[in-house]
């Protein structure tokens, strides 16, 4: 090559700056009805979301900052509860879980998605007009947990620490029923997503308050589920962090060939969501699923086990992003737009063939 200039190979991509294993990590295990230790993880997890994958079982989100044993499903307006017997202890290299159906199950299937933030329960952030609980962030990642009481004002503010805009935010009130709204940046700030239900993305001005988040802030409107007075929340804040995440959105074109996703990375989680059907937030990883295509999909909004070797779920997972592989208006509606947010196994640099 000239001088000044690199063979085009993968060799020459320079390296990336997070290492995806020591960020985010993937377990499964089978339960047997009693006490388990789950290790391996590859840190102390922060944000640990566990599902049992045989039996129709809501799935749990567990976070350090509100402790062990404090479940709020995914898939239910249900305010937070406590398990006894679900997440008992963040640990070293894992966590322990109890013997409730949901994490120990005796033959059942689980799988838990494991995130690091910043390492415990985190500090007060005082970046908005409502200081939070306390925010435990991992800049690294791009990746940040909040708890946060309301105050039912328009256009109050709270802290996310991540240094720039979220792409991604999952909040939920703690206290009393109310379920999910989601903020993605493929519908934007006059818009918001119900984890809970396969409903399309609706307009709303009293939830983000028609702004966008800042490289400090994300807004609140005025309502209940998101800002009421002297309630509860917690806030999973998310952005793209190259080379490890990649948050964004594709077009369907409605063909068996479907279309390509460049993330940068080879993948080993991938949500997807029709912004505008009445369809499912789809998960597939590569724990569950070994090879490509990948048919296993477990659907966030539902407390249905996963649906095993599903034709229509057929995704394959690349050295750099995802290739869709059925014409279904699950994933791949002709013209529809499709939200995602996925992490990376390996980066493009380092990735092989599965």
């Not at 202890?89 to 159906?101: A, H, Q, R």
């Not at 029923?177 to 409903?199: D, F, V």
């Not at 409107?221 to 793209?240: D, E, H, L, M, P």
Request: with cysteine; charged share 15%; proline share 4%.
């Amino acid at each position: 090559p000239p001088t000044g200039f690199l063979a085009l190979c993968t060799k020459n991509l320079p390296d990336v700056a997070v290492t995806p294993s020591e960020h985010f990590s993937i377990s499964t295990w089978t339960g047997d009805g009693s006490e388990q230790a789950i290790t391996g993880v590859g840190f102390q997890p922060d944000f640990v979301w566990l599902k049992n994958t045989s039996s129709n079982v809501s799935s749990g989100i567990y976070d350090a900052i509100r402790g062990a044993t404090k479940e709020i499903d995914s898939d239910s307006t249900s305010a937070e509860t406590t398990m006894a017997q679900g997440l008992k202890s963040f640990d070293t290299d894992g966590y322990t879980l109890g013997t409730d159906t949901s994490v120990g199950e005796n033959t059942a299937g689980f799988v838990g998605y494991n995130w690091l933030a910043g390492g415990g329960a985190g500090s007060s952030n005082t970046d908005g007009s409502i200081n939070t609980g306390s925010t435990s962030v991992n800049t690294d990642a791009g990746f940040s947990i909040s708890t946060y009481t309301g105050n039912a004002t328009s256009g109050a503010t709270v802290g996310h620490g991540l240094g720039a805009a979220p792409e991604f935010i999952m909040l939920s009130n703690v206290n009393t029923n109310g379920g999910w709204n989601l903020y993605h940046t493929a519908w934007g700030e006059t818009k918001t997503g119900p984890l809970q239900s396969y409903e399309p993305i609706s307009t709303s001005s009293n939830i983000w308050n028609d702004t966008a988040p800042s490289s400090t802030v994300f807004t609140l409107g005025n309502n209940a589920a998101i800002n009421g007075n002297n309630q509860t929340y917690v806030a999973y804040s998310f952005r793209s962090i190259d080379g490890y995440s990649k948050i964004g959105s594709y077009t369907g074109n409605g063909v068996t060939d479907g279309p390509f996703v460049y993330t940068g990375f080879q993948p080993m989680w991938v949500m997807v969501k029709a912004v505008t059907l009445y369809k499912a937030y789809l998960i597939r990883d590569t724990k569950r699923d070994l090879f490509n295509p990948l048919q296993d999909g477990y659907q966030a909004d539902l407390p249905n086990a996963q649906n095993a070797n599903t034709a229509e779920y057929s995704v394959d997972y690349l050295s750099n992003g995802f290739k869709v592989r059925h014409a279904d208006d699950v994933q791949n509606d002709g013209a529809v737009v499709f939200m995602y947010v996925a992490f990376a196994e390996t980066p493009f640099k380092y990735a092989n063939a599965r």
